[in-house]
């Protein structure tokens, strides 16, 4: 089976931004928690479709189910949620802070096959699962192909022609 992957050239770029506005932030804030709560990330996302559905898989882990948004407006899937820094430990005790916090939000502009109002949304074991089911007359038909010389009508066999020479 062969796997599709979107290629983006900039990922790199916005990882090395994210980390680089971390480090200013972090060096020239006066109010360090600030600093830590602030940044936004892109969860990554898996999409594939079958001949029923369209399915997202949204990697969310550390939200509340409380704070994920899905919403669909205008043919477009827009999922906003929040990762809220803990403050149980006191700031100073850290050594090092790689998971991002903060807010994000990602769209998806939904293809006319998509029936908008047949959405289910499932979060499990820190991934989203969005599945959007596709319309019924965008759904694959099966078309009996007959073999032979008869030919069918509404599934009736029609009578061969019979022809005699004189």
């Known amino acids: 089976m062969t796997v599709l992957t979107r290629w983006d050239p900039y990922r790199e770029f916005s990882s090395v931004q994210d980390r680089l506005n971390r480090l200013f932030n972090a060096s020239f804030s006066e109010g360090r928690d600030e600093s830590l709560a602030t940044s936004s990330f892109a969860p990554a996302v898996d999409v594939y479709e079958d001949e029923h559905d369209v399915t997202l898989k949204i990697e969310v882990p550390g939200i509340d189910e409380k704070d994920i948004d899905v919403r669909i407006e205008n043919n477009t899937l827009t999922v906003h949620g929040e990762r809220k820094f803990e403050k149980e430990e006191k700031e100073e005790n850290y050594r090092r802070i790689e998971r991002q916090y903060g807010s994000f939000t990602r769209t998806f502009t939904l293809p006319n096959t998509v029936d908008t109002e047949s959405v289910s949304a499932n979060y499990e074991k820190g991934v ?39």
Not at 139 to 153: F, S
């Open 128 to 166: 989203l699962k969005v599945k959007l089911a596709k319309k019924a007359e965008a759904k694959p038909k099966q078309i009996k192909v007959n073999v032979g010389g008869e030919k069918t009508l509404e599934g009736k066999p029609q009578p061969k022609s019979t022809s005699q020479a004189a």
